[in-house]
């Protein structure tokens, strides 16, 4: 490298006019006239504000050609006597602060490389963005205080650019941007971050700054957003394509199946037939759907022949008539069906490439046309798909810079960029641009380019152009559904202007980006930490209108309070570390914050739940965690009251409730939880016809408040919640005053014939149907559940819910533990067996009160001075007696029986407790079959409805 010289740096500063809606920077104040480091600056009000610290204009970076790791930085005015350039800047009059030139001339003897050309050069105290690193297509950084660097995507004509920021002294910042001019170069040539300058020659940067108020976010807003890195000169970008209805679904979108003609997945070849409609079926049940399915059948085929690419079209199998089919498939399906367009076609046989699609869009009735070997489109192009139809896309193979996205609404982050970056900063220079990453499904697992789409909120193209279809591409695809599913239920959110990326984290190497729109906002994460996370995370600020729900597992978020300031805990999944660096590292993670809108209780024991909205379209539930392939059903916003068993059989676990709004965008989501084996009530009661009498052998049980209290028998099988947990209403009914009779269901058989469907063990104490002598008044036993319903049915009666059973036998007193009251003189031993299992040993039951579990079967009635304050009798140690709640826990169902018999097994802990049980003891009759559960111990009394 020659003799270093100084530069000569001359400065020319202009003002700039006041812009309506705020202040804006009007001059840089230099620290001498050298004009080569500023310390104070002049917005458009006139005010001087004060920078934090000298700061020098800019910095730039120098090599040796094929030597980027021994890049040199200078810093302008402070290493100018080294620097192999001189730099000259002028400024120029603009509207929108202040816009110079930077010149670069190579004053050296050797060709040199320029590079990473940054405003006001590196610090660690600043957000600032420039090239790292040595990566023949992605280098371009993004550097924050306190984090590891960024790999970023910019616009493909602007890799080399700089931004940078500087905090003043009044609480304001200055943003500045600088891009290559490539026209300017002279003796030289341009590389994709570099430019080549032979000696001599020389090349121009453009320079822009402004002032910004609020987070370092904002100033990148104002630069790539609203300045749109000034691609377009700000205020004349023309909208007018992203205003045009028809084309406005694509920026909704997020699947695009692209396959070639000869994929098995199109048409199979050995069948001779069409294999869209299957794959269609496929993607339906698994991904939802697709929004597109493009058909590629050009390249590399095309030029075989003289065939030009439409007769390639036309020669498909059934011709342009089938793929119109097809297309109209496609449309049934809510999809939609493009086509390619490959404007080199230009040797095989001639035909007006335009006309040609004109034609083809028509006659297939394609939505979207892809532009094969570019970036942008054309008017003529544009031309040329509405006058075959409305409404078709132009999807460019490439990203369209900023100024060409004024001619298409579509494109793509080519593949070509392999381990692409993790942010694309073209998704906030325009939010409601469409972009797809293209992926290849064939060649590895990619995990990673399916989490950055849901990061950077935009679509992906699935390219099954390379063959390839591994044994993983069913889990890598159900990955992808869980993340078009979110993507899709909250698509306004991806094209808000308001997106703010990187938000601040307590964890580096874990991003977040947040997209608020109208009353949600939703946060996308993406986790590079093999173990996982599962730690407050980042800052929000949580009120009683609001809560915040995790997406991704479906969860009502978990927030830390940290000195005083609230974090949102995030659950991010591990993976191994043998993913790291490829394209199926890192997990995601999804949260929203929603407004309340929904209204939402569930009783567990009862298997009740209970919702409605104020607002919103419909409310879905989903009985386990949401997916394309779940189960789930859809109702109106008024009051819903659900038994889930009844609606959605034996899920159990989670049930997910979500709001809907308009274009089935989610608005709000409740999670409910319960533990698995959870018993839940499938018995309902039938009410009977209302007395207005006490018939014989009946008592008026009196209305009431009531108190559930219990004692529970061996917990391995987890017995039900208790129904209410508070004070509870219980009407006024009739209750027998003993147990069903031998004599009385004798008399219910004579008159209804009534015959089992099981027979098992049917009235297995009688002889021939007929009962012994000396058993008419006992209990009648062998006894299902469903016998017990139909003797009642015939009685006009029914059996009592577990409820009304104890408020009846307890005469509404929660603490009476036995119908004759507190009975200290029954002495209790507790023995603990295991974890679910507490014995407690009874001893002392006075024998003139009920039966004390001496194994003797005896007739009702005997036991008076064991009568009730209401006038019940037998309701310990008789039978066990049905109640009507029956429950199901997900795999067993069983019935609750109450009161203790007069049997008692002895000898082991492992027994059910016999013999007369506490008024609030509970204990499960397993069901298997009817003739399973025929017991000598199990009987059961009535209850009938009266007039309240």
């Not at 299957?278 to 929004?291: C, P, R, S, T, Y």
């Not at 049930?655 to 608005?667: D, K, R, S, Y």
Request: proline residues 5%; aromatic residues 14%; charged residues 25%.
């Amino acid at each position: 490298m020659g003799k270093f010289i100084s530069a000569f740096i001359a400065f020319f500063i202009c003002f700039s006019p006041l812009f309506s809606h705020s202040q804006h920077l009007q001059k840089l104040n230099f620290d001498s006239d050298k004009n080569e480091r500023f310390v104070q600056l002049t917005d458009s009000n006139g005010n001087t504000i004060d920078l934090n610290e000298v700061t020098p204009l800019f910095s730039y970076e120098v090599c040796s050609p094929g030597q980027p790791d021994q890049k040199q930085m200078y810093r302008v005015g402070t290493d100018n006597g080294n620097s192999p350039f001189s730099t000259q800047i002028k400024f120029q009059e603009y509207e929108f602060g202040a816009k110079g030139t930077i010149i670069f001339k190579n004053k050296s003897s050797d060709t040199l490389w320029l590079t990473n050309v940054l405003p006001f050069g590196p610090d660690e105290k600043s957000v600032y963005i420039t090239g790292k690193g040595d990566h023949g297509l992605s280098r371009t950084y993004l550097f924050r205080p306190g984090y590891e660097a960024v790999n970023v995507i910019v616009p493909d004509n602007a890799w080399e650019l700089g931004y940078n920021e500087r905090e003043l002294k009044d609480g304001r910042k200055m943003c500045a941007l600088t891009r290559r001019d490539r026209e300017s170069i002279t003796n030289g040539s341009r590389r994709r971050f570099e430019t080549v300058l032979y000696p001599g020659g020389s090349v121009a940067y453009t320079f822009y700054a402004d002032l910004f108020e609020g987070d370092w976010q904002e100033g990148l807003r104002l630069m790539f957003q609203e300045r749109m890195l000034y691609d377009v000169e700000p205020g004349t970008f023309n909208n007018t394509f992203f205003e045009r209805d028809d084309l406005a679904w694509i920026r909704h979108s997020y699947l695009n199946q692209a396959m070639m003609a000869w994929d098995h997945n199109f048409y199979d070849a050995e069948a001779g037939k069409y294999t869209l409609p299957e794959f269609i079926e496929m993607n339906n049940k698994v991904l939802g759907g697709a929004e597109i399915y493009g058909l590629w059948p050009t390249w590399p085929t095309l030029g075989l022949d003289q065939r030009n690419q439409w007769d390639l079209f036309r020669t498909m199998p059934s011709g342009i008539e089938k793929l119109n089919s097809l297309s109209k498939l496609s449309h049934q399906n809510n999809s939609h069906f493009f086509i390619a367009f490959n404007p080199w076609d230009t040797s095989t046989r001639s035909e007006d490439p335009y006309k040609g699609m004109s034609k083809m869009v028509k006659d297939i009735d394609a939505d979207g046309v892809v532009l094969d070997c570019s970036g942008a489109s054309s008017e003529q192009l544009r031309n040329a798909a509405d006058k075959g139809k409305k409404g078709v896309v132009m999807y460019s193979e490439g990203m369209a810079v900023p100024k060409d996205m004024q001619g298409i609404v579509s494109g793509r982050v080519h593949n070509a960029l392999y381990h692409c970056p993790m942010l694309n900063l073209n998704k906030l220079i325009k939010p409601d641009f469409a972009i797809f990453r293209v992926v290849e499904v064939g060649k590895e697992r990619i995990k990673r380019e399916y989490n950055l789409s849901l990061f950077n909120g935009y679509g992906t193209e699935n390219n099954l152009y390379s063959p390839g279809r591994p044994y993983w591409l069913d889990e890598q695809w159900e990955y992808l559904a869980q993340i078009l599913m979110i993507q899709r239920e909250n698509a306004f959110n991806f094209t808000d202007f308001d997106f703010t990326p990187l938000i601040p984290t307590l964890l580096d190497n874990v991003y977040v980006n947040k997209w608020p729109h109208k009353d949600k906002t939703i946060y996308t994460i993406y986790n590079l930490r093999p173990e996982g996370v599962f730690d407050p995370l980042f800052e929000v600020s949580p009120d009683d209108d609001s809560h915040f729900v995790d997406l991704w597992n479906h969860e009502e978020a978990d927030l830390a309070k940290i000195d005083g300031k609230h974090y949102l805990k995030a659950d991010l999944d591990a993976f191994s570390k043998k993913w790291l660096g490829s394209n199926n590292e890192g997990s995601v993670g999804v949260v929203a914050r929603f407004k309340r809108q929904l209204n939402t209780s569930f009783n567990l024991p009862t298997d009740e739940l209970r919702f409605s909205a104020n607002s919103g379209k419909y409310i879905r539930v989903w009985a386990g965690m949401p997916s394309y392939q779940g189960t789930f059903k859809d109702y109106s916003t008024h009051q819903q009251i659900l038994r889930l068993l009844s609606d959605f059989g034996r899920s159990e676990g989670k049930f997910v409730v979500q709001l809907f709004g308009n274009e089935n965008q989610l608005i709000d989501e409740n999670i409910i939880n319960f533990p698995a084996a959870s018993a839940r009530l499938i018995g309902t009661v039938q009410s009977t016809e209302n007395s207005k009498s006490v018939p014989e052998g009946m008592v008026k049980i009196p209305a009431g408040t009531f108190l559930l209290k219990e004692k529970l028998g061996d917990s391995f099988i987890p017995y039900p919640e208790k129904l209410y947990s508070d004070s509870i209403q219980v009407n006024a009914f009739l209750m027998d005053i003993h147990p069903v009779t031998n004599a009385q269901f004798k008399t219910f058989l004579d008159e209804t014939r009534y015959k089992p469907a099981d027979l098992e063990h049917f009235l297995k104490h009688w002889k021939d149907r007929n009962i012994k002598t000396g058993d008419e008044n006992k209990p009648v036993i062998y006894v299902s559940y469903e016998d017990a319903q139909a003797y009642a049915s015939w009685a006009g009666k029914r059996l009592p819910t577990e409820t009304e059973w104890q408020y009846a036998a307890q005469a509404g007193e929660p603490d009476r533990e036995w119908p004759w009251g507190k009975d200290n003189n029954i002495q209790k031993e507790s023995v603990f067996v295991t974890n679910t299992l507490t014995v407690e040993n009874l001893q002392g039951v006075d024998s003139t009160l009920c039966n004390p579990g001496d194994g003797k079967y005896e007739a009702v009635g005997q036991y008076t001075k064991g009568v009730n304050p209401w006038g019940l009798e037998d309701l310990v140690g008789s039978v066990w007696q049905l109640t009507n709640d029956v429950y199901d826990n997900g795999s067993y169902n069983f019935i609750m029986i109450k009161g203790g018999s007069y049997f008692k097994a002895k000898d082991s802990w492992w027994y059910v407790r016999g013999g007369p049980q506490p008024l609030t003891y509970r204990q499960k009759l397993l069901r298997v079959s009817q003739g399973f559960e025929r017991n000598a111990t199990v009987g059961f009394r009535c209850v009938k409805d009266v007039i309240h």
